[in-house]
């Protein structure tokens, strides 16, 4: 009996919630997308500088390209910007989830 005392609490534990800065559910503590003035960058070829400038620029966590015809899920993550790319491979779109 003892043992299992000691066993409980062990186990609950291991239950805990994650720890601070690791992703929950789509939630990257600390990082919101916001595509405010995110224009100056539709037009731009799609490399991973210009990636990486969107992701300062709307402070996301995750970055998602979307060339044409492909198929995204629809979950919404309020830490991602999705670029959408058009067929001659420059950023058409900018949006966050």
């Not at 043992?3 to 601070?20: H, I, M, R, W, Y």
């Not at 960058?41 to 969107?54: K, W």
């Not at 995750?62 to 995204?72: I, K, Q």
């Given at each position: 009996?003892?043992?299992?005392?000691?066993?409980?609490?062990?186990?609950?534990?291991?239950?805990?919630?994650?720890?601070?800065?690791?992703?929950?559910?789509?939630?990257?503590?600390?990082?919101?997308?916001?595509p405010t003035?995110?224009?100056?960058?539709?037009?731009?070829?799609?490399?991973?500088?210009?990636?990486?400038?969107?992701?300062r620029a709307?402070?996301?966590?995750?970055?998602?390209?979307?060339?044409?015809?492909?198929?995204?899920?629809?979950?919404?993550?309020?830490?991602?910007?999705?670029?959408?790319?058009?067929?001659?491979?420059?950023?058409?779109?900018?949006?966050c989830g």
């Open positions: 009996m003892r043992k299992l005392a000691l066993l409980v609490p062990a186990l609950f534990a291991a239950c805990s919630t994650a720890p601070a800065g690791t992703p929950v559910h789509g939630v990257t503590p600390g990082h919101k997308c916001d003035g995110t224009d100056r960058f539709v037009g731009q070829p799609a490399t991973s500088d210009t990636g990486a400038a969107i992701m709307t402070h996301a966590a995750v970055l998602r390209w979307a060339p044409p015809g492909t198929m995204l899920t629809m979950d919404f993550r309020e830490d991602r910007v999705t670029v959408h790319l058009a067929p001659d491979g420059k950023i058409a779109e900018i949006k």
